[in-house]
């Protein structure tokens, strides 16, 4: 990056961390500080839950995942709209009306202790490994820009986010939020302004648009109905709905988003905000994703998106091997940028038939492409056997960064930062409220003043943002890391939306039930994963739904086995 990058980066990071904890000065009680003593109003409460959704994954991410598989991920946020219907009717009145600090406190007065500290642990769990992940993803950035080794960036990214959370506690987090998402959106805006721009002069954005399509980037909707499908539209509206449900409603890190709203009402519009404007959000990202695949259709693109383990064979005993396969490469991307130009003629005098021919023409030239790649991770794995074969988080930091002019790179790349610093500090707040509220305050000590729990509430901050880095630096074996973090909360989501589905709904159902119920279809849900029963969404649904079966069975068991005893 040039010298103007830097400095418009810098200045951007640090101008919003320094607002943040400027805004959050004075937080005095444990209130304050995890709940920005609900006050806020309900934009805040919006773009802060926007916020902490949208991290540096989505937008290293998710233009990648478009770049290689098309815009089928779209189909993930379908269940979105609907899972805020429900969670304004029922989640948000009855943890206002609680006071609740952490949504699992709520548990504890319906069911037992057991069964909140079983929720509120897996919460942990899944988060902890989840905020890991984002905060590896800017790390990626620093690594590729300067070409070092990325434990120094994960440290330094992890660091800066642990310091002004620690300050500032939630209402730090919020106003930094507030100002990140504005900041997100323009550069986001400006990105696609970009990648047209940068488009040869006979070709606009509906031909670049109609270039992707014919190489089958545009596959929004999928109406196949098939569990073995990670993406088609039943997987996003019902398995995506559970997971959003789980996600808005029980993750301490979206709850404790909106229960700094000011009102019910208030807390209600800042989600209705976030249900109305996450799809097109998200599709616009995929779009950006779509439109760089067309640029490099065009424009020679690297065999291999990662400059840092390309570099690394480049300097090793297998360079020529992996000189011959460039070679090919460039040759192969040099007929397809021909065929490219010529579909692009086709398109514009509307020949049906030249389109086709050339359509099959472009993707058998696109299948040789993937194979030489293919050759190329291979030779990377036979250097190290611990390479970073999977490039998709790099597709489009390496057009950023390599393509747009001077100071928009510094813009985009502080959007990326941006992102991960909300997602990453809305994750070690959760953590440290869950950990301090569920756990240190009602186990360990009951009756501390205000200031002890203050103080707890940071060192949590502080010890939860370690093991966050900690999973960082194991997070390159992931894959793409949009998949990683939705498949891990997967995982955890549908058993801990059954415990509190059967709260809200399942009035005769016990802790003891449902407890046993919560362990029985978690073991399930991870051996499934395992044996890869099905793709990752259905598992919110099934984990979700054996909680309420199983509880309802058990319960029955209970209450047989005391109408015994009492005839006894």
């Known amino acids: ?43 805040h409460v919006g773009l802060s839950v926007m916020a902490t959704q949208a991290s540096a994954i989505t937008f290293l991410s998710a233009p990648g995942q478009a770049y290689s598989d098309g815009l089928r991920f779209v189909q993930f946020y379908f269940g979105l709209p609907l899972a805020m219907v429900v969670l304004c009717i029922t989640f948000i009145p009855i943890f206002h009306k609680l006071n609740v600090y952490t949504a699992y406190e709520y548990l504890e007065k319906r069911f037992d202790n057991k069964t909140r500290s079983l929720t509120a642990f897996l919460f942990l769990l899944q988060r902890g490994l989840s905020t890991g992940i984002t905060i590896y993803a800017p790390a990626i950035v620093l690594s590729s ?34 100002l990140q998402m504005g900041i997100i959106f323009s550069g986001l805006f400006l990105a696609a302004y970009m990648v047209v721009h940068l488009l040869p002069e006979n070709v606009g954005f509906i031909d670049a648009l109609h270039v992707a399509g014919k190489m089958d980037k545009l596959n929004a909707i999928d109406t196949n109905f098939d569990l073995n499908n990670r993406y088609n539209i039943w997987s996003g509206i019902i398995g995506g709905f559970f997971l959003q449900l789980s996600y808005f409603g029980t993750d301490q890190s979206q709850v404790g988003r909106y229960l700094t709203g000011s009102s019910i009402t208030q807390s209600r519009l800042g989600l209705v905000m976030n249900g109305l404007i996450k799809i ?39 360079h020529t091997d992996y000189e011959k396969l460039e070679n ?87 959007v990326i930062f941006l992102a991960s610093m909300g997602s990453t500090a809305s994750g070690l707040n959760s953590l440290a409220s869950t950990t301090v509220v569920d756990f240190y305050k009602r186990i360990f000590k009951k009756n501390e003043t205000d200031k002890q729990y203050l103080a707890a509430s940071r060192w949590a901050t502080v010890v939860w943002g370690s093991f966050c880095i900690l999973v960082a630096l194991y997070a390159s074996k992931l894959g793409n890391l949009i998949e990683a973090v939705n498949i891990l909360g997967s995982l ?28 029985i279809a978690e073991a399930f849900i991870v051996y499934a994963w395992i044996v890869n029963l099905t793709a ?33």
């Open 280 to 318: 097109p959000m998200q599709f616009f990202i995929l779009l950006i994703g779509t439109l760089v695949f067309s640029f490099y259709q065009f424009y020679e693109p690297p065999v291999f998106f990662n400059n840092v383990e390309l570099d690394k064979i480049n300097n090793s005993v297998y």
């Open 492 to 519: 955890f989501y549908g058993t801990i939306l059954g415990i509190f589905l059967v709260a809200f709904y399942f009035k005769k159902i016990n802790g003891t039930a449902v407890f046993i119920a919560a362990l």
């Open 328 to 414: 090919t490469y460039k040759l192969i991307h040099f007929e397809k940028k021909k065929e490219v130009i010529a579909l692009v003629d086709a398109i514009h005098l509307d020949d049906k038939r030249m389109q086709s021919n050339l359509r099959d023409k472009l993707q058998l030239l696109d299948k040789k492409s993937t194979e030489i790649k293919k050759e190329v991770t291979a030779l990377m794995i036979k250097n190290n056997p611990k390479a970073d074969t999977n490039d998709t988080n790099y597709i489009f930091l390496h057009f950023v960064t390599k393509q747009l002019p001077v100071g928009i790179v510094g813009l985009l790349i502080a």
């Open 1 to 43: 990056m040039s010298v103007i990058d830097w400095i418009v980066l810098l200045v951007t990071l640090l101008a919003i961390v320094f607002y943040g904890i400027w805004k959050s000065r004075g937080a005095k009680n444990i209130e304050g500080y995890l709940l920005a003593d609900r006050q806020l109003p309900w934009y």
């Open 145 to 178: 820009v300067l070409s070092i080794d990325i434990t120094y960036t994960i440290l330094f990214n992890g660091l800066l986010v642990i310091g002004y959370t620690v300050y500032g506690g939630t209402k730090a987090v919020s106003y930094t939020q507030l």
């Open 536 to 568: 990752f969404l259905w598992l919110n649904v099934i984990g979700c739904v054996l909680v309420m079966l199983f509880a309802l069975l058990i319960q029955q068991v209970i209450n047989k086995k005391q109408k015994r005893l009492l005839v006894l």
